[in-house]
């Protein structure tokens, strides 16, 4: 299969499947995976000159070689995730989703195929401010949250007294860190070593708290294409390949 990928137009309006009729049947019929991303989130899906790299890319490809078809890329964010499933936009979703209850509610998915701590994010010179959670939970610090993003419900779960601020802009959020209208953000670790690299003023810290942000495929509730893709995804994690993949896509993008 090419190994250049890029988002395609979302797939012609489909009628509904009928209740009980095979999911995994119509996409092995149609010949087409429609594998939902964001192109925005390194070092899981990338969109670059047109084109998309990263870790999930390349495991979606895996993953429609698997079942015999070929990977339709379709375009999704983080804050429509939910809705543009429900529309059946796309079958699976692989973007360094994380699986969360508020997702599990209305959607399934695979087991995890990795897990990462939860980190703040802030200003270098502003960074012994704020070592752990308590020192950011004050009435007058704030902390911006993507909405749709775990940092969003990690921030509601952990802090009761900090302004919690929403901000849709993934990439623009880093500057509102940068210029100082906000104190601190929470992202993943693996993102937030991306933001330091790009932004050397930045720096971070891991929340001290046991959560361990798990990474999964978000899929309708279809239990023949859970079924397939959870039994892949159980392979592929015996052999390290989703590690394997994210560590390569990052120290590419670390340029180390």
């Not at 078809?69 to 796309?90: C, Q, Y």
């Not at 495929?217 to 039994?231: E, T, Y």
Request: charged residues 25%; aromatic residues 8%; proline residues 7%.
């Amino acid at each position: 299969m090419s190994t250049h990928h890029r988002f395609e137009s979302a797939a012609a309006e489909r009628a509904p499947l009928p209740p009980n009729a095979s999911r995994l049947a119509r996409i092995q019929a149609e010949g087409a995976l429609r594998v939902g991303t964001t192109g925005d989130y390194v070092p899981f899906s990338v969109e670059r000159d047109g084109r998309l790299f990263g870790s999930d890319i390349e495991l979606a490809a895996q993953l429609a070689e698997r079942l015999g078809v070929k990977p339709i890329f379709v375009r999704t964010s983080f804050p429509t995730l939910l809705e543009d499933l429900r529309a059946d936009r796309f079958d699976v979703g692989f973007s360094g989703i994380s699986i969360t209850p508020r997702r599990e509610a209305v959607a399934s998915f695979s087991a995890a195929y990795f897990r990462v701590g939860e980190a703040i994010l802030t200003r270098c010179r502003n960074a012994s401010q704020y070592p752990n959670l308590a020192s950011l939970d004050r009435p007058e610090v704030r902390v911006l949250v993507y909405p749709g993003g775990t940092g969003e419900h990690f921030a509601h779960d952990h802090l009761h007294r900090a302004q919690i601020t929403p901000f849709p802009d993934k990439g623009g959020a880093f500057e509102e860190v940068r210029a100082g209208r906000v104190d601190a953000m929470f992202t993943d670790e693996v993102d937030a070593k991306v933001r330091v690299h790009q932004y050397p003023d930045l720096c971070y810290t891991l929340a001290d708290s046991p959560f361990r942000d798990p990474k999964g495929i978000l899929m309708p509730r279809a239990p023949d294409l859970v079924a397939a893709v959870s039994a892949w995804v159980t392979e592929s994690v015996a052999t390290g390949e989703p590690t394997r993949l994210i560590e390569k896509h990052l120290r590419e993008f670390l340029g180390s």
